[in-house]
């Protein structure tokens, strides 16, 4: 979104939007196409992802991004692991409980 400040310069803009997470699983967002995902975190012992996005737009292509959280030491077949995007990793309850958000991407041919 572009902006006219009030000295007459004009300026992109952006927002920083957050998202509740699942503790653990597959889950998915609908994000506008420009969105990009900055850090997940715990915020009050409660697991978060930050993201950059411009300002709501009538016109945004809406995607459907699938993410998956996994605890340390969770078993994951390692096949699964190639189309997996690292985000962040975050503790719960003063670092006793440790996650891994990834983000999993189309398979080559698939994309949305």
Request: hydrophobic letters at 40%; proline letters at 8%; a negative charge.
């Amino acid at each position: 979104m572009w902006k006219t400040k009030a000295d007459g310069n004009v300026v992109n803009c952006w927002v920083i939007w957050k998202y509740p997470l699942p503790v653990t699983g597959d889950f998915y967002l609908d994000l506008p196409a420009n969105t990009e995902i900055l850090s997940a975190q715990a915020q009050q012992d409660k697991p978060q992802m930050w993201v950059r996005r411009s300002p709501a737009d009538p016109d945004a292509r809406i995607i459907r991004r699938n993410f998956q959280i996994v605890a340390t030491g969770e078993e994951v077949e390692h096949s699964r692991f190639e189309h997996w995007n690292h985000i962040d990793t975050f503790q719960l309850l003063d670092g006793e409980l440790v996650f891994h958000l990834f983000e999993v991407l189309p398979l080559p041919g698939n994309a949305p």
